[in-house]
């Protein structure tokens, strides 16, 4: 199992999840994986190869 932080797009908290193994790279359903958030009780989609959420903007510096 890997670990995963990501900010609540809801609360802003930073959330610990952890992911089960990992799938294939070929597998259609590898992509993102859906995650019930311990800060908002939301579900959220979670891009397993990079941990960011579905739809999240690149950070600006």
Request: proline share 7%.
């Amino acid at each position: 199992m890997s670990h995963i932080i990501f900010k609540c797009p809801r609360t802003g908290m930073n959330v610990q999840h952890r992911l089960a193994d990992q799938v294939a790279p070929d597998d259609p359903q590898g992509g993102y994986e859906t995650v019930v958030c311990q800060a908002c009780s939301r579900l959220h989609f979670i891009n397993r190869s990079n941990g960011k959420l579905l739809g999240e903007q690149p950070q600006q510096r």
